[in-house]
Every structure is written in C-alpha cells, then in structure tokens.
C-alpha cells in the first residue's frame, strides 16, 4: 500500500466512525483544512520534480475529490440521522390521557372535611363560626367556666401548663374549646348562635386518644333559648353528618360546671358487623356532651340571667370523623404518611354542601 492509500484508507476510516456532524466536520478539518494531513502533502508538490508532479498532482487531487465526496455523503447521512432522532424522541401521543393537575393530585385530610361538612350544616341552621387562642389563660379555660381553683372537675381535663410568665401566671394549652363561649359573650351582643371548631389538648396518648385533638363547641344565647330547642338542633345535625332519615338519641344527666342542668348525649347505632353504623341498631354511642348555660357562666360575663339563657354542646372531631369514615386508628391522623391521606383523603374540588352532599 502506498503512503497516499494509507493516508486515504484512515481518513476514510474517520469519516465512517464520526457519529454527527461535528465529529465529522474535525475529521474534515484535520485531512483538508489549512493545517490538514492531506493539505500538507499537497505542499510537497512544489518541491517534486516536474516527472514526480506529472504523476503525484493527479493521484493528490484525486485523494481531495473522493475525500472531500466521502465528507458530504456521510454528511447528508448524519443529517437524516439526527432528524429521524429528534422526531422519535419529541413525538407527542396525542392518544395519552392528560396528567392530573395538583389540585386533583392532592387530598384534603378527614379531620378539615368533617370540619368544612361540621360548619355547612351549623351555617345552614344560621350559625356563625367562632374562633380563639391556643393558649389560654386559666380565667377563660376554667375560671369563667365555673370551674373554681382546687374544683375537682379541673383535675379530668389532664391539662398541659406553660412555664409561668414574669407575673407568675401560667397559660395552659386549652383542654377545651368552651373558653371560647366566654371570649364570644364578652364582645357580642345576644342573639349569639356560633360554633368553635378548633384544636385542644390534653395530655393523654393511645388508640382513641391524641394530646392534640380538635372539638366542636356550639353556643345558643338569646332570651328564650331552651333544651327543646338544643335536642331539636342536635338531632337536625345528626341526621345530617351521617346522612341518615332518622336517628333515635339518648340524653343521660351528667356534670359540667359551666352547664346546669348538663347532658350527656348517645346516639343509636349497630354494631354488629365490622363496621358501626347509625340510625339503625339497639346498641348507643356517646358523641357529645350538652347543658343549658350555668347562670354563673352568663354572669362572669356580664349577662343578666334573668333576661338571658342558652345552651351549649361540645364534642370531639376526630371522634366523629372515624366513625362516619371508618378510620380505626386515632394516631394515623398525624402521621404525616401520605399512603394514609390518599386513601382517606378528600378531593380538594368537592366541597362539602347540604345541597351538593356532604360526603360527595
Ligand atoms: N368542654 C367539655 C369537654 O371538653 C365538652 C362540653 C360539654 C362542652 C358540655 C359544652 C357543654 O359546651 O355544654 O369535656
């Protein structure tokens, strides 16, 4: 093999292995650029003799041409190549089903549903809802309810206390939402007709029981309000949050300080098969605990008894939410595990309504 076969055999070689167009384009800069192997051997012409360059000028000339042929045609190939890449790689199928957008993706937790169901069925008898702190003073969370110091009842709500502040006094993590009662009597005029949906504490932990957990408080105040009146709105909720025609209750004297007299309420259910279902069955489950507002309770906020009555009721969410969603765990509820909220979660769109449904 001659130098020039040898010289077009590995040039040759370059251009089938360049794999795109810009290996292939220093392959052609490396044989005929300024500097290339093939333009450096056409140098030597000039200093061959007029024989030498007889024969060599035609065999150089004729090494440019087939490389310089070679270059384009695999040019043109590479060309195709990458077109043919890039329509397989940027092909579309329009026949795929269209992603979910994040607001489908996401789930709202059981404890704000039956939160948002709790409140549409409260606001459609005309309830407005009510908040307040966390962190209360002893005065509302027990005082103003009626609950003196040293009152054995204190002792019942297992009570988490903040280290004193520079006055000595100790706010305490509200064990309940009824301090909420007072903070609405002290600033609104009768009628009053809220519910307090929020987060209380108390320190207790296991399968039913968190330290965090949240209620419902309802409070009727005007000059008539009456117990006729409480069972009527009690049962009207009832019916409405399990979504049942009729549900039989049953109301059991019991204690609070702040109510007088003061109710216990259970609700008929079955319990017969693995699950528990209301308005139906002989057996019955306590859901709330219920009173005519203590005549003390009206006067620590500064309500004549003699003009003013109401009731009250309060009772636990969580509770709630897993006997109407059959969630067997209390503790799930604040794992954080998102296998959990998507299976027991609430799509964000479905707002719960009394016309709408309130489940979906
Ligand atoms: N605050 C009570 C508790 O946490 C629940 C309760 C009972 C609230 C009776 C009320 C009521 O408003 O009237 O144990």
Not at 45 to 58: A, I, Q, T
Not at 185 to 213: C, L, N, W
Not at 285 to 304: A, F, Q, S, T
Request: negative net charge; glycine residues 6%.
């Amino acid at each position: 093999m001659t130098d020039i076969e040898k010289l077009e055999s590995s040039i040759l070689a370059d251009i089938d292995t360049a794999s795109d167009e810009a290996a292939l384009e220093a392959v052609r800069v490396a044989a005929l650029g300024k500097k290339g192997s093939i333009s450096e051997v056409m140098k030597t012409l000039g200093r061959m003799s007029n024989e030498e360059r007889k024969e060599m000028g035609p065999k150089l000339n004729g090494l440019k041409t087939a490389i310089a042929d070679a270059i384009a045609s695999r040019k043109e190939i590479l060309k195709r190549e990458a077109i043919e890449k890039r329509l397989v790689s940027e092909t579309t199928d329009v026949t795929l089903p269209v992603r979910q957008s994040p607001a489908e993706a996401g789930r709202i937790h059981p404890i704000s549903q039956v939160m948002d169901e709790i409140t549409a069925i409260f606001a459609d008898m005309g309830f407005s809802v009510a908040e307040g702190p966390d962190i209360e003073t002893d005065y509302y969370n027990f005082v103003a309810l009626n609950f003196p110091e040293g009152h054995p009842a204190r002792e019942m709500h297992d009570t988490f206390f903040m280290e004193p502040d520079e006055n000595g006094e100790r706010k305490v993590l509200r064990t309940h939402t009824s301090p909420v009662q007072i903070r609405t009597m002290e600033t609104q005029e009768p009628p009053i007709r809220i519910v307090i949906p929020g987060k209380t504490y108390r320190f207790d932990s296991d399968a039913t029981h968190s330290p965090m957990f949240h209620q419902l408080e309802g409070l009727v105040i005007d000059k008539s309000a009456n117990i006729a009146n409480l069972k009527w709105v009690l049962e009207e909720f009832c019916k409405a949050f399990f979504e049942v025609d009729a549900v039989k209750m049953r109301f059991r004297p019991s204690f609070f300080p702040f109510t007088e007299p003061s109710l216990e309420v259970d609700i008929q259910c079955d319990r017969s098969g693995n699950e528990v279902r209301f308005g139906e069955g002989d057996d019955w489950m306590e859901i709330l605990g219920c009173g005519m507002v203590h005549p003390n309770v009206l006067r620590n906020c500064n309500l004549d008894p003699d003009v003013y009555q109401g009731f009250a009721w309060g009772m636990g969410i969580d509770r709630i939410a897993m006997l109407k969603y059959g969630m067997p765990d209390l503790r799930d509820f604040f794992n954080a595990d998102v296998r959990w909220i998507r299976h027991y979660g609430f799509r964000p769109l479905d707002i719960p309504t009394l016309f709408g449904g309130l489940s979906g």
